[in-house]
């Protein structure tokens, strides 16, 4: 069985907290993925070729739903691609979440290889690369 949440908090590279007025409303992380999930996530979107260049994975991303649509989550993962220059950084969504696919094909973010079925086989997912240093403006 896999780590609990506790464990991979502790095992992230970086976490990123989004406050509002002293509320916490948004967070996400770059994790260091185990490398047999990323080997299973590279080899379910037939990209494994490409896996050696992707240290680490941008995830447990979430605002509050009334802060969304204010650029709080574009801010928050810019921050936190800045915190690691230089690398590979990917992502999974759910094909069925158009507002994050916007957000990081704004980061400059590209989908890599094709949808693939979650371990779950309850939705379709998308596998993103970033490799630029730098974030654009945000644009509301």
Not at 57 to 72: C, D, K, Q
Not at 94 to 99: C, K, Q
Not at 104 to 116: A, C, I, Q, S, V
């Amino acid at each position: 069985m896999g780590a609990g949440l506790e464990t991979r908090v502790a095992e992230a590279a970086y976490l990123g907290f989004a406050r509002f007025n002293e509320r916490l409303v948004g967070v996400g992380a770059l994790k260091v993925p185990r490398p047999a999930y990323q080997a299973k996530v590279f080899s379910a979107a037939d990209v494994v070729d490409r896996i050696a260049g992707f240290r680490l994975e941008l995830g447990w991303v979430f605002v509050l739903p009334e802060f969304r649509s204010l650029g709080i989550a574009q801010t928050l993962l810019c921050k936190l691609l800045a915190m690691d220059r230089g690398n590979g950084i990917y992502a999974t969504t759910r094909a069925d979440n158009p507002v994050i696919h916007g957000i990081l094909r704004h980061l400059r973010f590209e989908t890599l290889g094709h949808p693939f079925l979650s371990s779950r086989k309850e939705a379709y997912n998308y596998l993103w690369g970033h490799r630029d240093d730098s974030c654009p403006p945000y644009e509301a």
